[in-house]
């Protein structure tokens, strides 16, 4: 299944049962986030607010514009993720593991640094997190299609860390345990193999 259309199954179980698992979270998070950014990308601040009557308002760090002024139009990294958060759940923090989940890819990616795996950042790791990615969008030379990389790379990421649901073939089978003997072929010496 290729990354886009995983997208568009997460969003669409998002939509359908909201409070899943942690990891189906960060995914809905991470979906959210990649179609803010298909839609509008920006550098050098958090967002584009777009008020009913069409006026538009540049949001950055430590503007004063109420976020209820209007939907977002246009969000850089950061920015995307924290209104797909909004989406998601009001819950304070919720985008978190998303942020994690970039900024990991994106020190493997420079490869400049170990990234040690936690179960959740503290706020100034997270303070950090949010600078680097910052600066990585704000890059002259970046694109929105690095960005939108980035963010499929986070995806592929988080899903190959989703524990994996047991198959009934995984279950053992209920009784006694086979008999050594019968598991090997009539007439060889072979070890017989485990079950």
């Known amino acids: 299944m290729s990354v886009a259309s995983f997208?568009?199954?997460v969003v669409a179980d998002r939509l359908s049962a909201p409070h899943r698992?942690?990891?189906?979270?960060?995914?809905?998070i991470l979906a959210g986030a990649r179609s803010v950014i298909a839609r509008g990308w920006l550098q050098g601040g958090w967002y584009v607010l777009?008020?009913?009557?069409?006026?538009?308002?540049?949001?950055?760090?430590?503007?004063?514009?109420?976020?209820?002024?209007?939907?977002?139009?246009?969000?850089?990294?950061?920015?995307?993720?924290v209104e797909a958060g909004r989406w998601y759940s009001p819950e304070?923090?919720?985008?978190?593991?998303?942020?994690?989940?970039?900024?990991?890819?994106?020190?493997?990616?420079?490869?400049?640094?170990?990234?040690?795996?936690?179960?959740?950042?503290?706020?100034n790791v997270r303070r950090v997190q949010v600078r680097d990615l910052t600066r990585w969008n704000d890059e002259p030379q970046r694109s929105r299609e690095d960005?939108?990389?980035?963010?499929?790379?986070?995806?592929?990421?988080?899903?190959?860390?989703?524990?994996?649901?047991?198959?009934?073939?995984?279950?053992?089978?209920?009784?006694?345990?086979?008999?050594?003997?019968?598991?090997?072929?009539p007439g060889t010496d072979r070890i017989p193999t485990p079950v």
């Open 92 to 123: 304070q923090g919720i985008s978190g593991p998303a942020i994690d989940a970039l900024w990991r890819v994106l020190v493997d990616a420079e490869g400049d640094r170990a990234v040690p795996e936690r179960r959740s950042a503290t706020p």
């Open 50 to 81: 777009e008020a009913q009557d069409g006026r538009r308002r540049f949001v950055g760090a430590g503007a004063l514009t109420p976020r209820r002024y209007g939907s977002v139009v246009q969000a850089c990294l950061v920015g995307a993720v």
């Open 147 to 185: 960005v939108l990389r980035l963010v499929d790379l986070a995806v592929t990421r988080v899903r190959a860390t989703r524990p994996r649901r047991p198959r009934p073939t995984d279950v053992a089978p209920k009784g006694p345990a086979p008999d050594a003997a019968a598991q090997t072929a």
């Open 7 to 9: 997208i568009r199954q």
């Open 21 to 28: 698992d942690p990891q189906q979270r960060t995914l809905a």
